[in-house]
């Protein structure tokens, strides 16, 4: 069964640093690329990272701040974040089969969400 379980969300101020785990269990990361999504509040949810041939795509507002990484040892994908912003408010999800198409992330009908950690960034 697919499970992923986030972590690392919290209150952060702006300007610093937060790393989002994200715990996978019953399928190979090897197979499977992981992206990150996010929902802002009052806006639709949004992909931050995710899978492309020519590398890891991450959306223009967050280019240069976040860092995607995993280790396969530990079966876990994180997203490192800096200098936040308090437009990075929102909740963030890990999803599997996430994929660049045109200048998005999109999902699959196959893909599986967990459960979101919220990330809070203000003075």
């Known amino acids: 069964q697919v499970r992923l379980v986030e972590s690392g969300g919290g209150l952060v101020q702006p300007g610093g640093s937060l790393r989002l785990s994200c715990e996978t269990s019953?399928?190979?990361?090897?197979?499977?690329?992981i992206g990150w999504f996010r929902q802002l509040p009052g806006k639709e949810r949004e992909g931050v990272s995710c899978?492309?041939?020519?590398?890891?795509f991450y959306v223009d507002s967050v280019k240069g701040r976040f860092t995607g990484s995993r280790d396969y040892a530990k079966k876990t994908v994180y997203l490192e974040m800096s200098d936040l912003k308090p437009e990075d408010t929102g909740v963030y999800y890990c999803?599997?089969?996430?994929?660049?198409?045109?200048?998005?992330?999109?999902?699959?009908?196959?893909?599986?969400w967990g459960q979101g950690t919220q990330v809070t960034v203000s003075s």
């Open positions: 999803v599997t089969d996430a994929h660049k198409s045109g200048e998005e992330c999109q999902t699959s009908s196959e893909s599986s």
């Open positions: 019953g399928f190979s990361l090897d197979y499977y690329p």
């Open positions: 899978f492309s041939h020519g590398g890891t």
